[in-house]
């Protein structure tokens, strides 16, 4: 990362996988003991992996022309980390914890991904994707439509 890199801003995504790799990294890649570097270095060498996990996703919607919120998105992969926390067993995939989230996550979009499609397309995700734009561009049949009649 150069000093260029730094100066800008993260976007929302961007921020979003940030927050969850912190999550996860406070979640399952905890030592007992402060010292313990090799959590740690774990945790920076699955890092990739964990971002393809986290990201794909994302690839799944967009297959399928659907867009997500990055609150959205987020809530949808801490759902899944919760579910892992709760009903997983960390230690026996520790070694294997990026490909195992992975797994879940395909496995739950499989499972719900009809469910998941027809909230997304849903009209009140359209609207709120339009009402979320700051300043949207004029629309340029409207401005000429009213233009000519005027004259």
């Known amino acids: 990362m150069n000093s260029s ?7 929302g995504m961007q921020r979003v996988l940030e927050d969850l790799l912190e999550t996860i990294r406070g979640r399952f890649y905890t030592a007992s003991d402060p010292q313990e570097r090799a959590t740690l270095r774990r945790f920076h060498r699955d890092r990739r992996m964990l971002l393809y996990a986290l990201t794909w996703p994302a690839a799944w919607l967009k297959r399928r022309g659907l867009t997500c919120p990055s609150g959205r998105y987020r809530r949808l992969i801490e759902e899944r980390l919760a579910a892992i926390a709760a009903h997983g067993e960390p230690q026996r995939y520790q070694g294997f914890f990026p490909r195992y989230l992975l797994k879940c996550l395909q496995d739950h979009f499989e499972r719900h991904g009809d469910e998941l499609y027809d909230d997304l397309k849903h009209i009140r ?3 709120d994707q339009v009402f979320a734009v700051p300043n949207p561009p004029p629309i340029v049949g409207a401005v000429r439509s009213e233009a000519g009649k005027g004259s």
């Open 5 to 11: 890199d730094r100066s800008v801003p993260p976007s």
């Open 125 to 127: 995700n359209a609207l």
